[in-house]
């Protein structure tokens, strides 16, 4: 029981990709979702979330205007679309489910459902 991401690789600068989040023996159409990332010797930080319908989204001031949450409830898959890539980017991506359907925070202990994430290399 976990959700799944996939998609990393590595990549130019200013290059893109795409990275997807599958629910594997759970639901997240009712719930929020929120792709995080972890670069060595940091702290997991939030990147964007988006709501249960997909209404409200929010991102991270690093990330504006250079990537795209998005998410499929019939297909059981949040997608992380990112473009203009730095290689400040390079970390180890994760989604995960928010802990209630009413959650709707940055702060990562909120978030339930962890999966191994997907590395993403940002270098020339």
Known sequence: VQLQASGGGLVQPGGSLKLSCVARGLEIDMWPV?????APGKEREGVAR?????NTIVY???VKGRFTISR???????YLQMTNMKPDD????YC?????TNTWS???DEYRYWGQGTLVTVSS
Not at 72 to 78: F, L, P, Q, S, W
Not at 90 to 93: C, E, R, S, W
Not at 96 to 100: H, I, K, Q, S, Y
């Open 96 to 100: 995960a489910r928010g802990r209630t």
């Open 50 to 54: 988006i709501s249960r319908r997909g």
């Open 90 to 93: 390079t970390a180890i991506y």
């Open 34 to 38: 929120g792709w995080f990332r972890q």
């Open 72 to 78: 499929d409830n019939a297909k059981d898959t949040v």
């Open 60 to 62: 991270a001031d690093s």
């Open 106 to 108: 940055d702060n990562h």
